[in-house]
């Protein structure tokens, strides 16, 4: 087995280059963690921290040098995925990534084909990658992506608007890890999903994280999957790291005040034996003038 990481990143920067009249923008500063194969990396923060940016930056989902399309660039550090560094990438090394790196991007229900049926959402990546690969073989993988999801196979000629939300989460699910890859990057998957349905998607990601090899990033706010699909979790806030161990430690070691509000956010209600400090309220106030 390699000793190569999954992910290396290293003072990461990320900017969305000025377009038009909008001014860039600088979503990520100064990022570094190492994610061994067979860990998952759980990332939170407030909105507009960065999550997605780096979710999108680790799948691959990166502008080359010089390109003109809007979307996120490397300005700063570095980030290898799977020992492609991805700042100087050109466009054939991040198809590689691509090919490699799942990505189940924020609100994936959504972005489901709608005029194709299920099975052919699933398999989709197969024929945007080989349109001559042979169909039946794309279907049978389709029909297994779908079992590994836990949805039943009557689902596969279906359409998504037949579907559940959550059914429609799972398909999503099934497409970002049809072409077999050797991580996941997963952005909110338990969001907008009713809690029933919540509870299955984070049942699949735990028993996903059982098989030694499944290497993830899974954004979420989502205290249940940080604690149950992670190994290791982030903290962003404007950009910057702020926090960074297995979740539990983060909460109870907050070193930042984003972390410790978090934390008390999380934390059920203290007993009331604690000693309250005393309050400011209790000394007489100065008289105000006028
Ligand atoms: N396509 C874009 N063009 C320009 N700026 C962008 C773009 N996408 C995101 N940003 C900016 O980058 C910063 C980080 O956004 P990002 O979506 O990564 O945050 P987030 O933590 O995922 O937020 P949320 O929790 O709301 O999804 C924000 O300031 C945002 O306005």
Not at 15 to 25: D, F, K, Q
Not at 77 to 84: I, K, R
């Amino acid at each position: 087995m390699s000793s190569e990481p999954a992910i290396a990143v290293s003072d990461l920067s990320v900017e969305y280059p000025a377009r038009g009249p909008s001014a860039s923008c600088v979503a990520l500063r100064g990022v570094s963690f190492r994610l061994e194969q067979g860990q998952v990396l759980g990332v939170l923060g407030e909105t507009g921290s960065g999550k997605s940016t780096l979710a999108q930056v680790l799948a691959g989902r990166v502008l080359p040098p010089r390109a003109s399309e809007p979307g996120p660039r490397i300005s700063g550090g570095e980030a290898s995925v799977l020992g492609h560094r991805l700042r100087k990438a050109k466009k054939r090394d991040l198809a590689e990534v691509t090919f490699h790196v799942g990505y189940l991007p924020q609100e994936a229900a959504a972005t489901l084909e709608p005029s194709l049926s299920v099975q052919d959402n699933v398999a989709l990546p197969i024929f945007e990658r080989d349109e001559h690969y042979p169909r039946r073989a794309a279907g049978e993988r389709a029909a297994t992506m779908l079992d590994t999801v836990h949805l039943p196979l009557s689902v596969l000629n279906k359409y998504p608007y037949e579907l559940s939300s959550g059914q429609r989460q799972r398909v999503a699910l099934a497409r970002a890890l049809v072409l077999g890859p050797s991580i996941l990057v997963a952005d909110e998957p338990t969001a907008g999903i009713d809690a029933t349905v919540r509870d299955a998607v984070i049942d699949l990601l735990s028993q996903l994280r059982e098989h030694k090899d499944f290497t993830a990033v899974v954004v979420s706010h989502d205290l249940a999957v940080l604690r149950r699909a992670t190994d290791v979790s982030l903290v962003l806030q404007a950009g910057r790291p702020v926090g960074y161990g297995p979740i539990e430690d983060v909460l109870a070691d907050p070193a930042h005040p984003f972390v410790a509000g978090l934390a008390r956010a999380l934390k059920p209600p203290q007993r009331r034996t604690e000693r309250r400090p005393q309050r400011a309220a209790a000394r007489p106030r100065p008289k105000e003038n006028g």
